[in-house]
């Protein structure tokens, strides 16, 4: 069974750019999230997307927004880049449902900004 | 809020000594799940362990255990006879129940690399 998978691997953009992401879930997966991985700060949470509506998000700016097609895929969009979004940004997908299910994870988009 | 705690920033054993990975959480939720992720040099994060707060039985899976303590609030990990394969970045992580309009976002400690040498 395929895993969940992101595009693309890597990317380098310049500061004020706009950027998307993409990623595809794993079948079967309603729940699709998105965290960002930067140097020194951890791992936080961005988004959660289910059933195509956004559920939550995280304390991150307005600049960072997606959305969540019918086939359950997702984009994360970044407008407006500044040198700290530069991070890995890792998606995830999970059932939908109590308890929470366990969020499988890609392999992520390492995000570059000049 | 939650909270996550991973004191213990980096790692280092040779192989096949045992180590033990801590976890700490803070949660106002009376029911919570915990889970524990693997992020090798690859970068994908592996799911390892997803424990829910009314199950404090200790997990074993192969070389891999799990110590559940609610009255210190803690999920600490052991890797016994560990092997370079384990070397690592692991991360502990809290979520709620989703209930009461909250989301199932995971909260991340800061991590432990793991350094397994030959």
């Known amino acids: 069974e395929a895993g969940v998978t992101q595009s693309p691997t890597h990317l380098i953009k310049t500061r004020g750019q706009q950027v998307t992401l993409r990623c595809s879930p794993i079948?079967?997966?309603?729940?699709v999230y998105w965290y960002q991985q930067a140097l020194g700060l951890g791992l936080q949470f961005l988004l959660w997307y289910d059933e195509g509506e956004e559920r939550n998000r995280g304390n991150f700016p307005p600049r960072f927004s997606g959305r969540q097609f019918p086939n359950y895929s997702s984009e994360l969009n970044v407008n407006a880049l500044e040198l700290e979004d530069s991070a890995l940004y890792l998606c995830a997908s999970s059932f939908t449902g109590d308890p929470p299910y366990e969020q499988y994870f890609g392999p992520g988009t390492r995000l570059t900004v000049t | 809020a939650q909270k996550v705690t991973q004191a213990q920033t980096e790692i280092s054993v040779v192989e096949k000594e045992d180590v033990t990975l801590d976890c700490v959480y803070e949660t106002r939720d009376t029911t919570y799940y915990l889970f524990w992720y693997k992020q090798p040099p690859s970068g994908e994060l592996v799911f390892l362990i997803r424990r829910n707060s009314f199950d404090e039985q200790n997990e074993i899976s192969g070389r891999y255990s799990w110590n559940f303590q609610k009255s210190t609030s803690s999920f600490n990990f052991t890797i016994t006879a560990s092997q370079v394969v384990d070397s690592a970045v692991y991360f502990c992580?809290?979520?709620?129940?989703?209930?009461?309009?909250?989301?199932?976002?995971?909260?991340f400690g800061k991590g432990t690399l793991l350094t397994v040498n030959p």
């Open positions: 079948s079967g997966h309603t729940s």
């Open positions: 992580a809290l979520s709620d129940d989703g209930s009461g309009g909250s989301n199932y976002k995971l909260t």
